[in-house]
């Protein structure tokens, strides 16, 4: 998979499609076999198993992570990551940066078609940043647009904006897909059939969408850095990770996330070895608990700060990832230049869990074993969404260690698109297990910034603070990086404080391949970022994609 503009996006599983995870050079593959490389050939299908269906192919209206799976491939930004995490062109093929860092100028690729045949130019570039600014537009990811104080087409091929201020994440917020004028000026963007029918100008076009079975692509013959390889890939949708990875065994699928009890001893056999190729690495994702703070139970902090202490990290590290990942201190991966290691921690100590909930007021007035304030129980609902077995079993842990301290945890198990459009966009839980990517860009504003708490927004705990939104504000303004690393310093530092999540782990990606596909290279961005250059050696294909 072509690897575009990273967005913080909600993950159903480890890392949903793990394509767009990124990794660590010093973690080397771990492959089932050393196969010889082969001729590269045209053809074959690649399918891939998802436990949540897709909920908007439009990547502006979405912010799931099998959503913008698939957009990855069907459409393209201006610019995008290279395999080393650096800025390369995409749509634009060179930009040009004026010395105050005010105004880039982007030069558009030639002979650049829409699927559906019809040129690209910067006429699209200009309406897509109008799309996204424009207040009908319900998207999360406006912000970042909002900064531009000009944007102007010079020419077919040219483009420039123009900000009034500095914007650290200027360059890259042009990652953004860009959308199709000519199929969509004019139009109610949330009514367009495009939402299930994308045009873009990707790597592969859209087919067939199956509503909760499986989307389908075929490779586009005529994208511009050449034909990929693999002709089809199929998104099959399975509810749940054990039936995928029966599916899995059984040839049904080529391509998952693997659990860690799947990496570590489920495919640690003969069948297993021949057949596929495993990867691990550090992602760039976090899991977390996130709690509603509209809900009176988590406005205390000192309550936050409780269940903090009472959450044993290393147990659901050990016990449920079988060490397969990182605690996770703050919305950062360990090892990155923005990671502050300094911020204030929560080993498990129910003691002092007790303490801080009997300082907010919760004692066992009536001997029942629940706290209670005011005649209330501390009793909530902790929202999980289904097929994650992880996720299930960090529910339970939670479930058995706050018990101990006196609150009442309800797991409630909710399908992926049912959870995030009637659960988390609503605002209808009380907590909820949830991960982030992280985008290489460490700016965190779309989550964390008191303007981001509305309907659809990615602000979904509703946290508000004062001090953060300049923070985030002042982190974004300047391309001072030392200034810039000051800044979400302090920012993780209040986070750590306040609690608004507790933050969980940052876990390994454990993709697992069918081995007939060749071409695939580990690097700092993952194992998708060459995803057009893979292929299966012609003697071995299995599949003919229909067009």
Not at 143 to 151: I, M
Not at 341 to 369: C, Q, S, Y
Request: aromatic content about 12%.
């Amino acid at each position: 998979m072509k690897s575009s503009f990273f967005r913080f996006l909600l993950i159903g599983i480890l890392l949903v499609g793990g394509f767009t995870g990124c990794g660590e050079t010093d973690s080397s593959p771990q492959q089932a076999r050393q196969q010889a490389p082969g001729t590269p050939a045209y053809g074959d299908i690649i399918v891939e198993g998802s436990i949540g269906d897709a909920s908007n192919l439009i990547p502006l209206l979405s912010s799931d992570s099998t959503s913008h799976e698939i957009a990855g491939l069907v459409y393209n930004g201006l610019v995008k990551y290279d395999k080393n995490l650096k800025i390369t062109g995409d749509l634009a093929e060179s930009w040009g940066i004026s010395p105050d860092g005010l105004i880039i100028t982007f030069h558009l690729r030639h002979n650049v078609r829409w699927h559906d045949g019809h040129p690209f130019t910067a006429e699209d570039v200009l309406f897509t940043y109008q799309l996204t600014i424009d207040p009908k537009t319900p998207t999360a990811y406006a912000g970042d647009f909002l900064k531009v104080k000009k944007a102007e087409v010079l020419d077919a091929h040219t483009f420039r904006v123009t900000y009034d201020k500095p914007f650290a994440p200027a360059l890259m917020s042009w990652g953004s897909a860009i959308m199709p004028k000519h199929l969509l000026a004019g139009q109610d963007i949330t009514r367009t059939p495009l939402a299930r029918k994308p045009v873009g100008t990707g790597p592969y076009k859209f087919k067939e969408w199956v509503a909760g079975q499986k989307i389908v692509l075929v490779s586009n013959p005529d994208y511009y850095e050449g034909r990929p390889y693999i002709d089809g890939y199929i998104l099959r949708i399975i509810p749940d990770m054990a039936t995928m990875f029966l599916e899995l065994r059984a040839g049904g699928i080529d391509r998952m996330g693997l659990t860690p009890l799947q990496y570590t001893r489920q495919t640690e056999n003969p069948l297993f070895r021949k057949n596929y190729n495993k990867f691990r690495y550090l992602s760039f994702a976090y899991t977390f608990v996130g709690y509603n703070l509209g809900n009176p139970l988590f406005a205390d902090r000192r309550v936050r700060q409780a269940l903090a202490y009472a959450i044993d990290k290393e147990e659901i590290i050990q016990g449920v990832l079988l060490g397969l990942g990182k605690p996770a201190t703050g919305p950062f991966k360990p090892g990155t230049w923005a990671y502050n290691p300094n911020v204030p921690t929560f080993p498990h100590d129910p003691g002092k869990a007790r303490a801080l909930l009997a300082e907010a007021g919760w004692l066992d007035r009536n001997g029942d074993g629940i706290l209670d304030r005011n005649g209330q129980p501390f009793a909530f609902e902790l929202l999980v969404n289904q097929g994650n077995e992880v996720r299930a079993k960090c529910a339970e842990i939670i479930q058995r260690r706050l018990a101990e301290i006196g609150i009442s945890v309800k797991i409630r198990v909710v399908e992926w698109a049912a959870f995030v459009n009637d659960f988390i966009n609503k605002r209808r839980f009380d907590a909820t297990i949830l991960g982030w990517t992280i985008p290489l860009d460490p700016d965190l504003y779309d989550v964390w910034h008191s303007s981001k708490t509305g309907p659809q927004e990615l602000n979904f705990t509703s946290f508000k603070n004062e001090e953060v939104d300049r923070l985030l504000e002042k982190g974004r303004g300047t391309f001072d990086l030392n200034e810039r690393k000051r800044c979400y310093d302090r920012i993780q530092e209040i986070l750590a404080e306040e609690q608004p999540y507790t933050f969980l782990y940052v876990p390994d990606a454990l993709p697992i391949v069918q081995a007939r596909f060749r071409g695939i290279e580990l690097a700092p961005l993952g194992i998708g970022h060459n995803f057009i250059k893979w292929y299966v050696p012609a003697p071995e294909q299995r599949f003919i994609m229909t067009r």
